[in-house]
T-cell receptor, first 117, second 108 residues
Framework: GAVVSQHPSRVICKSGTSVKIECRSLDFQATTMFWYRQFPKQSLMLMATSNEGSKATYEQGVEKDKFLINHASLTLSTLTVTSAHPEDSSFYIC?????????????FGPGTRLTVL | RKEVEQDPGPFNVPEGATVAFNCTYSNSASQSFFWYRQDCRKEPKLLMSVYSSGNEDGRFTAQLNRASQYISLLIRDSKLSDSATYLCASGGYQKVTFGTGTKLQVIP
């Protein structure tokens, strides 16, 4: 149980384009989903927290107009990187808490490696 | 001061050795504590939650010391497959903060 999927696993795009990443909880209802970013050899950095049906809460320093988050259902959240630039290249990972196991345990998706040329 | 701090390592240990990691947290209000394992270029995977009374899962033992605000992870009889980065995390329901991770390399 507690499986989280992400799509795509890897994406390469040109500077200025937008990229959408999907995060799905496959076997439980995710009341809360989290989006992280991880640069090489650095720790996970929380970008935003989203609760189903409400607006995401962004961490300080994360531009909400650049990183659009939608959590429209209990099993799906999307992160759209708008007008991507090379400095946005990173490993984006979602996680979810919800009806599986302890409500405070986060289960991670496999991540999406974004490369912006 | 970082909210969650870990020694980055690397810890290079021979197979069969016992190794221990510590992690300190600064938020005394934290209620939840976890150890995750992250392999290179992969997502973190939950290794174990850490309970006040301490808990054990096979070769892995986790302890919580609220007075000193640290959690520990003990790995006994290290295997080559234990080589990874170990992340500790603390927080509450809506937010968990991760440490930078401690890298473990088990050597044949």
């Amino acid at each position: 149980g507690a499986v989280v999927s992400q799509h795509p696993s890897r994406v390469i795009c040109k500077s200025g384009t937008s990229v959408k990443i999907e995060c799905r909880s496959l076997d439980f209802q995710a009341t809360t989903m989290f989006w992280y970013r991880q640069f090489p050899k650095q720790s996970l950095m929380l970008m935003a927290t989203s609760n189903e049906g409400s607006k995401a809460t962004y961490e300080q320093g994360v531009e909400k107009d650049k990183f659009l988050i939608n959590h429209a259902s209990l099993t799906l959240s999307t992160l759209t990187v708008t007008s991507a630039h090379p400095e946005d290249s990173s490993f984006y990972i979602c996680s979810a808490t919800g009806t599986s196991g302890r409500s405070d345990t986060q289960y991670f998706g496999p991540g999406t490696r974004l490369t912006v040329l | 001061r970082k909210e969650v701090e870990q020694d980055p390592g690397p810890f290079n240990v021979p197979e069969g050795a016992t190794v221990a990691f510590n992690c300190t947290y600064s938020n005394s209000a934290s209620q939840s504590f976890f150890w995750y394992r992250q392999d290179c270029r992969k997502e973190p995977k939950l290794l174990m939650s850490v309970y006040s009374s301490g808990n054990e899962d096979g070769r892995f033992t986790a302890q919580l010391n609220r007075a000193s605000q640290y959690i520990s992870l003990l790995i006994r009889d290290s295997k080559l497959s234990d080589s990874a980065t170990y992340l500790c995390a603390s927080g509450g329901y809506q937010k968990v903060t991760f440490g930078t991770g401690t890298k473990l390399q088990v050597i044949p």
